[in-house]
T-cell receptor, first 118, second 114 residues
Framework: AQKVTQAQTEISVVEKEDVTLDCVYETRDTTYYLFWYKQPPSGELVFLIR??????QNEISGRYSWNFQKSTSSFNFTITASQVVDSAVYFCALSEERSGGSNYKLTFGKGTLLTVNP | NAGVTQTPKFQVLKTGQSMTLQCAQDMNHEYMSWYRQDPGMGLRLIHYSVGAGITDQGEVPNGYNVSRSTTEDFPLRLLSAAPSQTSVYFC?????????????FGSGTQLSVL
């Protein structure tokens, strides 16, 4: 069964601290995609990154980095030198292709609320 | 660019009332979907559409209807609102129905059913 677990419900850090948001997934497929979305206090979800199951290369984008490890079924997200503007709910999601390619199944984790205090 | 536009932003209904949540996108996206977000539950898929005239059920479709008469619009109808439908609703679209596409979300509709 397809499942995404974000065990950290809430995290609170002080500005400039590094913070890692965990994401563990379950799937029987060998081909899938993983995503991270950010939901700031304004409410709108924003796409951050997409990674396919064949690409385990880590990615860095400014203060954001992602560590994908198939061996542990994890796709963790690290914010370096956190800022108040990073305060948001972060969702990890798993997408698998269904048979026939007519649609797909996208499963979201329950989200992690990150609060960065000044 | 407007992106994905949802209206209204807030709505209060009485049990048994009906209403339609509007969603429109101006990106010529093939795929559109509706999610509901509840505390501690993440986002759950209600209905989706892979093109005009084609809709299908998601994870939690009961109590909701959809239609897709044009590429741009994908309204969500609550036929007889129930308190269990109190939630935040998001419309999302993507360029294609492929499973690797990123989603573009609207700003959400906060619905309360009394």
């Amino acid at each position: 069964a397809q499942k995404v677990t974000q065990a950290q419900t809430e995290i609170s850090v002080v500005e400039k601290e590094d913070v890692t948001l965990d994401c563990v997934y379950e799937t029987r497929d060998t081909t899938y995609y993983l995503f991270w979305y950010k939901q700031p206090p304004s409410g709108e979800l924003v796409f951050l990154i997409r990674r396919n199951s064949f690409d385990e290369q880590n990615e860095i984008s400014g203060r954001y980095s992602w560590n994908f490890q198939k061996s542990t079924s994890s796709f963790n997200f690290t914010i370096t030198a956190s800022q108040v503007v990073d305060s948001a709910v972060y969702f990890c999601a798993l997408s698998e292709e269904r048979s026939g390619g007519s649609n797909y199944k996208l499963t979201f984790g329950k989200g992690t609320l990150l609060t960065v205090n000044p | 660019n407007a992106g994905v536009t949802q209206t209204p932003k807030f709505q209060v209904l009485k049990t048994g009332q009906s209403m339609t949540l509007q969603c429109a996108q101006d990106m010529n996206h093939e795929y559109m979907s509706w999610y509901r977000q509840d505390p501690g539950m993440g986002l759950r898929l209600i209905h989706y559409s892979v093109g005009a005239g084609i809709t299908d059920q998601g994870e939690v479709p009961n109590g909701y209807n959809v239609s897709r008469s044009t590429t741009e619009d994908f309204p969500l109808r609550l036929l007889s609102a129930a308190p269990s439908q109190t939630s935040v609703y998001f419309c999302a679209s993507s360029y294609s129905k492929a499973y690797n596409e990123k989603l573009f979300f609207g700003s959400g509709t906060q619905l309360s059913v009394l």
